[in-house]
């Protein structure tokens, strides 16, 4: 059974930093990231890592938020440095080896306000 646990969402004022953090079990992984949902918009892509270390970023948070990953703890972190107001959302985990498999976590809510 494939569970991706998420954590470290919370309430942050402008300017200032969260780690999230997710634990993936029941699969290896090739690409591991994360998603944003705002209320009223559509999901979007933030970050994503493959299994030789290579990244993208959204050009929304290049610059600000970095990703990583244990391959060993099949675990991805997402370092998100001066929050601004718009990056308020509910994000989400995913995990996948295209084409063959494709999962999200439950997602955690990240609000950046003061």
């Known amino acids: 059974q494939v569970q991706l646990v998420e954590s470290g969402g919370g309430l942050v004022q402008p300017g200032g930093s969260l780690r999230l953090s997710c634990a993936a079990s029941?699969?290896?992984?090739?690409?591991m990231g994360w998603y944003r949902q705002a209320p009223g918009k559509q999901r979007e892509f933030v970050a994503d890592?493959?299994?030789?270390?290579?990244?993208k970023y959204a050009d929304s948070v290049k610059g600000r938020f970095a990703i990583s990953r244990d391959n060993a703890k099949n675990t991805v972190l997402l370092q998100m440095n001066s929050l601004k107001p718009e990056d308020t959302a509910v994000y989400y985990c995913?995990?996948?080896?295209?084409?063959?498999?494709?999962?999200w976590g439950q997602g955690t809510q990240v609000t950046v306000s003061s």
């Open positions: 029941g699969r290896i992984f090739s690409t």
């Open positions: 995913n995990a996948r080896w295209d084409p063959f498999y494709n999962y």
């Open positions: 890592i493959n299994s030789g270390t290579m990244t």
